[in-house]
């Protein structure tokens, strides 16, 4: 499986962008998806994870409210919505996948996702 993250770019503060996760050489269904994001000088931090049945979804506590997470099978792709961001959004947005068929089940760690794609800049300015 490969994972292409797009969707960055540059926004004011308040602003929204839309990344896209697109999963290619297999199907999307079969996995439960990350968005983990990277600032310079710090951790790779979890932001939002959905199972790959769809049903349930996790939010870090810093984006609850302003983020959301879908998933679309018809185009083998997921989405994040990110609306009122913020300064501190400013990262290198990744996605990633683990595999395991249409389980309700979500993943927050780093280390329980096997396959990773490239990331995406976001920047917000003040």
């Known amino acids: 499986v490969q994972l292409q993250a797009s969707g960055g770019g540059l926004v004011q503060a308040g602003g929204s962008l839309r990344l896209s996760c697109q999963v290619s050489?297999?199907?999307?269904?079969?996995?439960?998806i990350g968005w983990f994001r990277q600032a310079p000088g710090t951790e790779r931090e979890g932001v939002s994870c959905?199972?790959?049945?769809?049903?349930?979804?996790y939010y870090a506590d810093s984006v609850k409210g302003r983020f959301t997470i879908s998933r679309d099978s018809a185009k083998n792709t997921v989405f994040l919505q990110m609306n009122s961001l913020k300064p501190e959004d400013t990262a290198v947005y990744h996605c990633a996948a683990r595999i395991i068929y249409r389980n309700p089940t979500y993943y927050t760690s780093i280390k329980q996702y096997p396959y990773w794609g490239q990331g995406t800049q976001v920047t917000v300015s003040s």
């Open positions: 050489g297999s199907i999307l269904d079969y996995y439960a």
């Open positions: 959905v199972s790959s049945d769809g049903r349930n979804k």
